[in-house]
């Protein structure tokens, strides 16, 4: 079973950056990873995500052109670069794992992480 571990949330203030981290246990390679989020008293929504040979990637309007999703075979860790963050992308950012295509429906994704807390502050 995959098991995803997300890290490198923490308080920043707005347009300050912050890179989150999702590290994976097992079969790397052969899964796409999607970055979800979920902010206090709202669904959880898709932020971004990337095909199992990076050829294909999708971002939410909201973060487009602000965020960057990327993935390191060599160490098995999916990023999410944030920059210029905006006070609504406070958040619970999870990582998430499915085979080989990305999609950017939740319910597509197989295994998912535990989370990371992002807190942008004014």
């Known amino acids: 079973q995959v098991q995803l571990v997300e890290s490198g949330g923490g308080l920043v203030q707005a347009e300050e950056s912050l890179t989150l981290s999702c590290s994976v246990s097992?079969?790397?390679?052969?899964?796409?990873y999607g970055w979800f989020r979920q902010a206090p008293g709202r669904e959880r929504e898709f932020v971004a995500a990337i095909s199992w040979n990076g050829d294909t990637i999708y971002y939410s309007d909201s973060v487009k052109g602000r965020f960057t999703i990327s993935r390191d075979d060599a160490v098995s860790t999916v990023y999410l670069q944030m920059n210029s963050l905006k006070l609504e992308d406070t958040a619970v950012y999870y990582c998430a794992a499915k085979p080989w295509i990305a999609t950017t429906r939740d319910g597509d994704y197989q295994y998912w992480g535990r989370g990371t807390a992002v807190t942008v502050s004014a």
């Open positions: 097992d079969a790397f390679r052969a899964y796409a």
